[in-house]
T-cell receptor, first 116, second 112 residues
Framework: EPEVTQTPSHQVTQMGQEVILRCVPI?????FYWYRQILGQKVEFLVSFYNNEISEKSEIFDDQFSVERPDGSNFTLKIRSTKLEDSAMYFC??????????????FGPGTRLTVL | DAKTTQPPSMDCAEGRAANLPCNHSTISGNEYVYWYRQIHSQGPQYIIH???NNETNEMASLIITEDRKSSTLILPHATLRDTAVYYCIARIPGKGRRALTFGSGTRLQVQP
């Protein structure tokens, strides 16, 4: 069964450094998403991406964050200057782009980001 | 999206049915109820969704009350692998909004 993959599984970085989290969505899916989950807290939506542009974003997704689909298979989340509070599990998801009622989002296993 | 209320935790014996309730008393007529689960910090997994009719798939059944103010997710024969946090989400699809808003969910512990 096709699945979303994410690399790395764990990323440790120093505060102020840039990080790029990578995701390979399910082939032929058209919508891509990033969510995050701070330890012990809720899963929070960050951004959705369709047709090479952001289609929806949350208040969390400020100028420090950016997303890109650099080629036909990868989808990345960049954090320009990491803060301690960016430490979280980051989940990538993709969906086929069906009607919004039935468009199921498939999540990857996550990347645990630790900012020191 | 309507607010949903779920019990923070539940236990269920392995092999028995797990019935997970969700209250969504302010749900509007065009809001769907979706259920996802998250197994031990893995990515959330879609289970089922419905509007007003009861729904069943290979994973679970969804029972929505006639007034739509509450619903129950039923795992007919719970296994240890069903131990997870279950999220009930009420949302109106459309207008380009696909973001999922997760609450705190119900932590289901399936006991051997």
């Amino acid at each position: 069964e096709p699945e979303v993959t994410q690399t790395p599984s764990h990323q440790v970085t120093q505060m102020g450094q840039e990080v790029i989290l990578r995701c390979v969505p399910i082939s032929n899916h058209l919508y891509f998403y990033w969510y995050r989950q701070i330890l012990g807290q809720k899963v929070e939506f960050l951004v959705s991406f369709y047709n090479n542009e952001i289609s929806e974003k949350s208040e969390i997704f400020d100028d420090q964050f950016s997303v890109e689909r650099p080629d036909g298979s990868n989808f990345t989340l960049k954090i320009r200057s990491t803060k301690l509070e960016d430490s979280a599990m980051y989940f990538c998801a993709s969906s086929a782009g069906l009607a919004e009622i039935t468009d199921t989002q498939y999540f990857g296993p996550g990347t645990r980001l630790t900012v020191l | 999206d309507a607010k949903t209320t779920q019990p923070p935790s539940m236990d269920c014996a392995e092999g028995r049915a797990a019935n997970l309730p969700c209250n969504h008393s302010t749900i509007s007529g065009n809001e769907y109820v979706y259920w996802y689960r998250q197994i031990h910090s893995q990515g959330p997994q879609y289970i089922i969704h419905g509007l007003k009719n009861n729904e069943t798939n290979e994973m679970a059944s969804l029972i929505i009350t006639e007034d739509r103010k509450s619903s129950t997710l039923i795992l007919p024969h719970a296994t240890l692998r069903d131990t997870a946090v279950y999220y009930c989400i009420a949302r109106i699809p459309g207008k380009g909004r696909r973001a999922l808003t997760f609450g705190s969910g119900t932590r289901l512990q399936v006991q051997p």
